[in-house]
Nanobody, 125 residues
């Protein structure tokens, strides 16, 4: 059974940076597709970035390309999202998700079985 716990969300000013973390526990020997998603009240959850652990091949949504970087550390089984040049429209609850093989590096919410509880990011102008 996989568990995901996010941290790192804060309130920051526009132009600032944050690094989100998501610790994966359970069967950490497997390879997973993992992703960061975000959601604001009244809107659908959207994929931000995703990766295949240990192999890379990241996906980024257009609005974060060049500002956000997703990475995974097999040493501490943690998924990261480095967010630079944050904008007010990045304000959301950020959640990480995982899916064991077979899987696809995709922004589709339906493709992920395991979800964390989320961490709130607020960006003020």
């Amino acid at each position: 059974h996989v568990q995901l716990v996010e941290s790192g969300g804060e309130s920051v000013q526009a132009g600032g940076s944050l690094r989100l973390s998501c610790v994966l526990s359970g069967d950490t020997s497997k390879t997973y597709c993992m992703g960061w998603f975000r959601q604001t009240p009244g809107k659908e959850r959207e994929g931000v970035a995703s990766i295949l652990t240990g192999y890379g091949g990241p996906y980024y949504r257009d609005s974060v390309e060049g500002r956000f970087t997703i990475s995974y550390s097999k040493i501490n089984n943690t998924l990261y999202l480095q967010m630079n040049n944050l904008k007010p429209e990045d304000t959301a609850m950020y959640l990480c998700a995982a899916q064991s093989l077979p899987c696809a590096v995709t922004p589709s919410v339906r493709e992920y079985q395991y979800w964390g509880q989320g961490t709130q990011v607020s960006v003020s102008s």
